[in-house]
């Protein structure tokens, strides 16, 4: 359990980087948000992605204290 909680917010962390560093039109067609008309940042996307990775991580170490 507590590999892949460890493992969901390290992957959240790291789309969070990517909302943050590339615009919309750039993004991955999988991603949420991916539009070919907007040239602009993401950043609640990339906030919400940010928090949700810490928040996983954080139930990693809460759940690997016994």
Known sequence: MKLILTVLGIL??????I???????QLPGFFP?????????HT??????GVAGLAL???SI???RK
């Not at 959240?12 to 980087?17: I, K, N, Q």
């Not at 909302?19 to 039109?25: E, H, Q, R, T």
């Not at 948000?33 to 940042?41: E, I, K, S, Y």
């Not at 609640?44 to 992605?49: F, L, P, R, T, V």
């Open 12 to 17: 959240l962390l790291s789309m969070a980087g």
């Open 19 to 25: 909302y943050f560093l590339m615009p919309a039109d």
């Open 33 to 41: 948000g991916h539009n070919d008309d907007v040239t602009r940042l």
């Open 44 to 49: 609640k996307h990339g906030i919400a992605a």
């Open 57 to 59: 991580i954080a139930a």
């Open 62 to 64: 809460w759940v690997g």
